[in-house]
């Protein structure tokens, strides 16, 4: 049956804010739909709250929703929209949940929308594990042995029937947060203490742990005709017991025989069928006991997934793109593989290569925190990697990471030192523990002897995936002893995928030594097809990896592209998501790539984020899925030969490589490297601030601790200290004291001549405003100035932030236009600058500048409807800004917020205070003509919802304590109650605001933590006093993340929540769409 | 037993060359031998299941390219083989895995080759060859560990006559009549299946060997059908004496031409009890209808074809192995077509109503693929049982 003509208007439901547990891969899935069905003819409305995607840009959908992901506000557009259609399969499990409780609420039925794509029941039969239990063993299919309660009495009964280790996983959570394994009797009442207060409905599971059985995830799609494929099949490398986002994962499945895997293929289907997931994708996970093969099912998720997004990559299958298909009503065979061309969407792709991801962790950030991987998610991002085997996938995959590893090196751990100083006895008692570096670890164990079976045997690890690893450390001692490196010793290292730079490590020379080396014997890497068929028939798709085969590809369309062009020009993404550079710039990517695609040039994309839009083989005419290093790249250019390279859209990674890059002589278009160079070495740059006569805070470089005490002293405190290499703020601490000073000296990085330390002078009680603007060379272009909420000192990306500016005054503003303009110039940009100013009273200093897309310029342009990227990137091919007719910046009537979102209820014990040092995961935005409401809407699209009425727990810091007395009288007097400890309480008895005492925890009880376990508490405000790491305050903050209470850690950003509380009580929230914005 | 040989003392690999009718030139290592073989190159897109394929006797003749790159990592077992040794002339992978890790493995599949006396190349660019077979067609090639000049094996190449006039079915079918009795193991038996999975007791099934796969039998055996299987130029009154409920043709080798002399008894047997055709047994019942055959330029050989099933209009995903095609439009009388290939529109499957048999280009008993259609046997039951 072709497409329903039924149906005109669908409404698509994305995912949110970027948390750990559901990242990116969600703007991969909705952006596919949302194209998929304008492509078909249907208008498309969509609602989520995360202005950094690219679903969200106003281009993808007809009405772009940028409102709170709550079922309030998504009944509040289906009531004002009257959608034919709800799709929530591809916006995760928000989508999921939303769409379930708008169906339950009969929202649904009222406004005559259907619910395509996945029923409410089968939703709650997928996703119920008792629903799910039962079905299963209908069909004849094993699950984990399990209870379903909402009581520690039922759980300690069944741990006394069945024993430990014990899974807790709480119900209908993102990525099992609040969920982990217990061992003992102690961490089962903790977990699952904490599971009830995560899990929505109040329920947790507890199931007979399968820890260390091998883990298999199947992608399957289904149409309304009963069609079932396959796309993919996922091993996990790492047991179960271990989150599959948290796995290293290989496809297809390594270890499996055909009636194994088919069995279990058959056993999928048939849940699939069971479960009644109608058309659309969905996610299978299976254990087997290694000794036996006996299998069991685990869970099902009936919607796309990560391990989809995956899939898609891994296969070139577009899964996402299908399922939004086969929910307007066709079948499988009604489609075509996009890739082949010839062949129909009913078929299950052949995979001729290896594919190998790892996730990201960035445990740095959350000091304190657990690292031990669970089956709850904690990393941040992945990689994905292919090679034609095992062994050259994941050494490419090694190097995606970004984390400085080149192969499988001896890396640091957490105890900072280097794994190759344990003993064998050593590393026997860390290989059990599963650990983000732990396959490094491995590697070690193998070199110092220890066999293959005893490794797999302490680390639950199949010994095939031991094996490989084995043959690879063999391999390196046999480079590292041969005498030459001749052409048959290289190119065998090449072929097992190390890189120059791991291969000059063990010959003890440089990279550039064993590049030339390459080039002189002529070993270059071919680049296949990834062609969903294994060659069995052309492919039109030309999304390449990288091998060193000795054969050619042979096909009749060619790799590089024959049709006459405005030039070939390549774009490097930005790797993998961690904190600080995500998203965001993949959404710049893929605007500048669709751009100039437009304007006739031939865009060939590198990235190898699986997670991403910009690695969907659509978005560019050539996509490579390859490692963002010099080596890989500077292959593929060998290959393409490009007219240009385009360094600013993917973040810090490929301007890392800038330099080396020109060294190559490789043609770099836009901001020259030299340039970028002076803006982000520090020096340089004072030089230039200097030249232009401009202001930056007093700062200080010191090469040694006394040196650094020394500045310190000079500038006076406080004071802002970091390594001058920084990303995201890694490291960068606001210090108050000598003695501070001393901690971080002695706890920090160490310093040196090589690593100095850089000290500035903290501007207090200035305003930070961040400016995102476009240079020609000749014109410079505001595209838009952002009012930061909190102090300077916050991380511009953790800070709440506002466009237009809400109390600058206009001298101030012309003054930061002027100097943006005169740096642009001096710098010769062309293409995108962001700089951070400060502003204290008429002062106006300059904080730092970026010669490249930052991560708010997803949000100017939606703030602006400028598409700010898309402009640049036609700047950076040759374009004036004249030419654009863009000129002068757009000041838009009404106010757009952003507001950081962060993934602490990942990490038990790290603190949740804002900081220099980047922390959040991702960002929602609000849009109101009134500010007070953008606020509130933004708080509430970021977990911290704005009561209306009820109880505020006020506890601040002595210096806030002016402030706070104020900003309580005000609420107060908008009908609050108001609670508050000791100190607290008496400043604001003594100003004359009613407010009512609680105890502090060693108080004794009732004390404020009971407060908010008991629901007491409708909104805190506690700004930290210092950083005393058990504090009073600690605890709180931990508690109100767990309980999912609405917290607010700066006194600005309370007082912007004041606005927001006062301008809800005034009018409610109301919804529009950014089209009806622009346009008035 | 052995699980694994450790490699040659001296450490030298064994070099082995790969060259076409075309002059199209690989290297590889063998990892089971030495040895200079002969035959057609096919290769198989499966990304499971290497022991089913070589042992499966519809590859004799044939050199078989695994696209799957990465080869032997599950060993093989007691339960996957498909006949009794192994049969492809020559195994063609990227990398061979000597260690095998499952819990099923009792050897490593250069164990077993090398015990037949079967070429197993390594380090072969599966891919490049692929693409070259794909766009060049099937074609005859030789595999040496002895000869190191490509012309020489060229011109050897050249002299090689090919497989399409060899009785090769005459080599792989069984020499006497017996009967088959094991069943699948109980891994095997999938979810989908029927509560009442026993339902073909008491019937006779005689089974034409053209090669058949173990496969093949176990799925009658698993419903409790008696199993007999003959030798392939079994005259129908022999088979007929049996007093078989059922005839089912099998799989097997090479060009069905150059099986004509079987067609005779298959018209004598039409009409008289049902028959069921698989593969090859599938063309000589199309043969034996008035069909004329063709070959494909380069086969359907792998676990991901999707085939249409004409009655109900939906899609099953099945497992393929054969070079040569019934035509299709060449159907008469009461013969109608019930599957077609989607990606190429080739026929698939054909049943005369009149007459009771059915056939299947594909694979419903999978080893190795998917075990989407396994129900046909189930149809030849009730057929039998006078049901269909």
């Known amino acids: ?1080 | 037993m052995v699980l694994f040989r450790k490699r040659r003392k001296g450490g030298a690999a064994l070099q082995t060359l790969l060259v076409l009718e075309d002059g199209f030139t690989l290297k590889g290592e063998s990892f089971s031998g030495k040895g200079e073989v002969f035959g057609e190159v096919v290769f198989n897109t499966s990304m499971t299941g290497y022991q089913e394929m070589v042992t499966d006797p519809s590859y004799r003749g044939q050199i078989l390219n695994l696209t799957c790159p990465m080869i032997g990592n599950y060993g093989v077992n007691e339960y996957d083989s498909e006949s009794a040794l192994p049969q492809v002339e020559g195994l063609l992978v990227k990398e061979y895995c000597r260690q095998p890790r499952s819990w099923r493995a009792r050897e490593s599949l250069g164990v077993l080759l090398d015990r037949h006396g079967i070429l197993g190349v390594e380090g072969i660019d599966t891919r490049s060859l692929t693409l070259h077979l794909r766009r060049a067609g099937t074609m005859n090639g030789a595999l040496s560990t002895i000869e190191r000049d490509p012309a020489v094996l060229l011109r050897r190449v050249s002299d090689f006559p090919g497989i399409t006039d060899p009785d090769l079915v005459g080599e792989v079918t069984s020499q006497v009549a017996h009967p088959w009795t094991e069943r699948s193991p109980e891994i095997v038996i999938p979810v989908s299946r029927r509560e009442t999975a026993v339902i073909g007791e008491d019937l006779h099934v005689v089974v034409y060997d053209f090669g058949v796969k173990y496969s093949i039998l176990r799925s009658l055996a698993n419903l409790g059908c008696r199993v007999t299987v003959v030798p392939c130029r079994t005259s129908a009154a022999e088979a007929l004496a049996l007093k078989p409920d059922g005839i089912l043709l099998s799989n097997g080798p090479g060009d069905p031409v150059a099986c004509s002399d079987v067609l005779p008894a298959i018209r004598d047997i039409l009409g008289r009890v049902p028959v069921f055709g698989i593969c090859l047994g599938h063309q000589l019942l199309g043969m034996a209808l008035g069909f004329s055959t063709f070959k494909l330029v380069f086969g359907h050989r792998g676990g991901n074809h999707p085939v249409r099933e004409l009655s109900t209009g939906k899609v099953l995903i099945t497992s393929q192995n054969h070079g040569y095609c019934l035509q299709l439009g060449e159907e008469s009388g009461d013969t109608v077509p019930t599957h077609i290939n989607m990606n190429d529109g080739t026929l698939e499957g054909l049943e005369n109503r009149g007459l009771r048999c059915f056939s299947v280009q594909y694979h419903p008993e999978a080893a190795p693929g998917p075990q989407d259609s396994t129900n046909l046997y189930e149809i030849f039951v009730d057929m039998m049982q006078n049901k269909a």
Request: charged residues 25%; contains cysteine.
């Open chain 1, 1 to 1080: 049956m072709p497409r329903r003509s039924d149906l005109q208007k669908i409404m698509l439901i994305g995912s949110g804010p970027i948390v750990i547990g559901q990242a990116c891969e969600f703007d991969y899935s909705g952006t596919q739909a949302c194209r998929a069905l304008k492509e078909e003819g249907y208008e498309v409305v969509l609602i989520n709250s995360n202005p950094a995607t690219i679903m969200t840009d106003p281009a993808m959908a007809d009405r772009t929703y940028i409102e709170p992901l709550t079922v309030e506000t998504a009944a509040r557009i289906i009531e004002k929209e009257r959608p034919d259609a709800l799709l929530p399969t591809l916006g995760g499990q928000t989508a999921l949940n939303i769409a379930v409780e708008l169906a339950d609420s009969g929202q649904l039925e009222r406004y005559g929308t259907e619910l395509i794509g996945a029923s409410a029941d089968v939703i709650k039969k997928a996703e119920n594990r008792e629903l799910f239990k039962e079905a299963m063993s209908r069909i004849g299919l094993a699950t984990a042995k399990s209870v379903h309660l909402r009581s520690m009495e039922e759980a300690l009964a069944f741990a006394d029937r069945h024993g430990y280790p014990l899974v807790i996983r709480p119900s209908f959570t993102l990525g099992g947060a609040g969920g982990g394994i217990a061992y003992n009797e102690e961490q089962l009442v903790e977990m699952v203490e904490a599971g009830l207060g995560s899990s929505p409905i109040k329920q947790v599971l507890v199931e007979e742990a399968l820890t260390g059985w091998k883990e298999f995830e199947l992608e399957l799609m289904r149409d309304h005709n009963d069609n079932v494929v396959v796309i993919c099949s996922i091993e996990n490398i790492d047991p179960m017991g271990i989150h599959t986002g948290e796995s290293l994962t290989v496809a297809p499945a390594q270890t499996l025989s055909d009636l194994e895997y088919q069995v279990m293929r058959s056993a999928s289907i048939a849940a699939m069928r069971e479960i009644g997931v109608e058309t659309g994708g969905c996610n299978i996970q299976f254990a087997v006991e290694p000794e036996s093969g006996r299998l069991v099912v685990v869970e099902m998720n009936p919607r796309v997934s990560r391990s989809s997004a995956l899939a898609s990559k891994a296969t070139g299958f577009p899964i996402a793109k299908i399922a939004a298909r086969l929910a307007v009503g066709y079948t499988l065979d009604e489609l075509t593989n996009d890739i082949t061309r010839e062949t129909p969407a009913s078929f299950e792709p052949a995979i001729d290569y290896c594919v190998v991801k790892i996730p990201r962790w960035d445990f740095a950030k959350f000091p304190g925190a657990d690292q031990t991987l669970t089956t709850r998610m904690k990393s941040v991002g992945e990689v994905m990697s292919i090679g034609r085997t095992f062994k050259e996938a994941l050494q490419k995959a090694l190097r995606s990471l970004e984390q400085g590893y080149d192969g499988l090196m001896n890396v640091k751990d957490r105890e900072e030192t280097d794994s190759s100083l344990f003993s064998l006895e050593q590393l026997k008692e860390i290989l059990p523990l599963p650990r983000a570096a732990r396959i490094f670890t491995i590697a070690e164990a193998l070199r110092k002897g220890l066999s293959a079976d005893e490794v797999s045997c302490l680390t639950g690890i199949d010994g095939w995936f031991i094996d490989q690893i084995f043959h690879l450390v063999e391999f390196e001692d046999k480079l590292r002893r041969a005498g030459e490196l001749d052409e048959e010793l290289l190119w065998q290292a090449k072929s097992r995928g190390f890189s120059d730079s791991r291969i000059a490590f063990l010959r003890g020379t440089e990279e550039k030594v064993i590049r030339e080396l390459r080039h002189k014997y002529s070993i270059y890497p071919v680049f296949r097809r990834v062609d969903t068929c294994a060659g069995e028939f052309e492919a039109y798709t030309p999304y390449l990896y990288s091998t060193y085969e000795r054969g050619a590809e042979e096909t009749a369309v060619p790799l590089n592209g024959t049709e006459e062009n405005r030039g070939k020009v390549i774009i490097l993404g930005g790797g993998p998501n961690r904190i600080g550079q995500g998203l965001e710039f993949d959404y710049c990517c893929v605007q500048a790539a669709l751009t100039l695609r437009e304007e006739g040039y031939r865009v060939i994309m590198v990235n190898c984020n699986p997670e991403t839009v910009s690695t969907d083989y659509d978005i560019s005419d050539c996509l490579y899925f390859e490692p963002l290093t010099l080596e890989d790249v500077l292959n593929i250019c060998h290959e393409e030969n490009p007219d240009g390279l385009i360094l600013q859209f993917g973040g810090q990674t490929p301007l890392k490589l800038a330099l080396p890059l020109l060294e190559e002589g490789i043609p770099i278009w836009g901001t020259s490297p030299q340039d970028i160079d002076r803006a982000e070495n520090r020096r340089e740059f004072a030089l230039v601030v200097d030249k232009l006569d401009l202001w930056e805070p007093a700062y200080g470089i010191a090469t040694r601790p006394q040196e650094a005490r020394k500045i310190a002293e000079k500038l006076g405190f406080p004071i802002l200290v970091r390594p001058s290499y920084v990303l995201g703020g890694l490291a960068m601490r606001l210090v108050y004291t000598l003695e501070e000073l001393d901690i971080y000296l002695q706890s920090g990085p160490p310093i040196s001549s090589a690593n100095p330390l850089l000290i500035d002078k903290y501007l207090e009680g200035a305003v930070e405003l961040d400016v995102d603007a476009l240079s020609d060379g000749e014109k410079v272009v505001i595209g838009g100035v952002m009012e930061h909420v909190e102090q300077a000192g916050v991380h511009s990306g953790d800070s709440c932030c506002v466009l237009p500016p809400y109390s600058i005054g206009t001298q101030q503003l012309k003054e930061i236009h002027r100097q943006t303009e005169q740096l642009a110039r001096e710098l010769n940009i062309r293409g995108l600058l962001n700089i951070q100013f400060a502003v204290r009273g008429r002062e106006v200093y300059i904080l730092e500048a970026n010669p490249r897309a930052s991560r708010t310029v997803p949000f100017t342009g939606k703030a602006t409807g400028v598409p700010l990227a898309g402009l640049a990137a036609r700047v950076i091919a040759g374009a004036s800004l004249s030419d654009l007719g863009f000129t002068f910046g757009m000041i838009p009537n009404y106010y757009s917020v952003k507001e950081a979102v962060f993934s602490f209820s990942r990490f038990d014990n790290a603190d949740i205070v804002l900081g220099p040092e980047m922390r959040s995961t991702g960002e929602v935005m609000g849009i109101d003509s009134n500010l007070g409401l953008a606020m509130a809407k933004a708080l509430l699209a970021a977990g911290t919802p704005l009561p209306v009425k009820g109880t505020i727990f006020i506890t601040v810091a002595d210096r806030d304590k002016p402030q706070a007395v104020e900003m309580a009288r005000s609420l107060w007097r908008l009908g609050y109650n108001l609670l508050a400890t000791r100190g607290t309480a008496a400043a604001l008895r003594d100003a004359a605001v009613a407010v009512e005492e609680v105890k502090r925890i060693g108080e004794g009880s009732p004390h404020m933590l009971d407060y908010i376990n008991e629901g007491k508490v409708d909104l805190i405000i506690n700004t930290p006093a210092g950083s005393g790491a058990f504090s009073d305050g600690k605890c709180m903050r931990q508690q109100a993340v767990q309980r999912g209470v609405s917290l607010i850690t700066t006194m600005q950003g309370a007082m912007a929540a004041l606005d927001g509380m006062r301008a809800l009580q005034q009018s409610g929230m109301d919804v529009q769409c950014l089209q009806e914005y622009y346009s008035c």
